[in-house]
């Protein structure tokens, strides 16, 4: 198991509430990457990080937001969470770069009302 | 744009047999490949990488090829098991300036007992 969490692991939400999905590190790597899954789709970046207050967008657009403050931490936030949002997102990391092994947590499933 | 296909219909394999995957890319020659294991409402697990230079990878009962010539890899699993089901996913990088991986939308495999 790679130690890698994410919080919550299934959340459901009104429209227009803010949220903050949680994910954390403990193995150093200074690489960190958001992606979205729909069922039965491909997974999709829509977020990465080189390290501490590096932040950058990914292939998708998304209108999350992140922020990396600290090396173990990399929260995604939605200021206002519409239906479109509902998906899966997965927190990962990497010792180098994309040339290598990502390791992944377990993922949130967020549904929107 | 880049692009990774894998076929995304279920493979059913009789326990025993060996399990062949397939992952073709189009628009893009990338210096490696990566493969990785997802079971449902998991995060995908790293399994193997395989580099433009190299024609064969091995991880005890998993094989991994890469023929740039066909633009294609291949994934062997020999002895299959029941255990083995599950989502696998093909991946290489984004390119293009953004870091992270880019996914295929991964073969469901069933292997029946």
């Known amino acids: 198991e790679a130690d890698i969490y994410q919080t919550p692991r299934y959340l459901v939400i009104g429209t227009g509430k803010k949220i903050t999905l949680e994910c954390s590190q403990t193995?150093?790597?200074?690489?960190m990457y958001w992606y979205q899954q729909d069922p039965g789709m491909e997974l999709h970046l829509i977020h990465y990080?080189?390290?501490?207050?590096?932040?950058e967008k990914g292939d998708l657009s998304s209108e999350s937001t992140v922020s990396r403050i600290r090396t173990e931490h990399f929260p995604l936030t939605l200021e206002s969470a519409r239906p479109s949002h509902t998906s899966q997102y997965l927190c990962a990391s990497s010792e180098l770069d994309s040339r290598y092994e990502q390791y992944f947590g377990p993922g949130t499933r967020l549904t929107v009302t | 744009s880049q692009k990774i296909e894998q076929n995304s219909e279920a493979l059913n394999i009789q326990e025993g047999k060996t399990a062949t995957l397939t992952c073709n890319y189009t628009?893009?020659?990338?210096?490696?490949l990566q493969w990785y294991r997802q079971d449902p409402g998991r995060g995908p697990v790293f399994l193997l990488l395989?580099?433009?230079?190299?024609k064969e990878k091995r991880k005890e009962r998993l094989k991994v090829t890469f023929d740039t010539t066909l633009k294609q890899s291949l994934f062997h699993i020999t002895a299959s098991q029941p255990a083995d089901s599950a989502t696998y996913l093909c991946?290489?990088?984004?390119?293009?300036?953004?870091?992270?991986?880019?996914f295929g939308k991964g073969t469901h495999l069933i292997i029946q007992p």
């Open positions: 193995m150093g790597h200074d690489k």
């Open positions: 991946a290489h990088g984004s390119g293009g300036g953004a870091d992270g991986l880019t």
């Open positions: 628009n893009y020659s990338p210096a490696y």
């Open positions: 990080s080189y390290g501490v207050n590096s932040t």
């Open positions: 395989i580099r433009e230079n190299e």
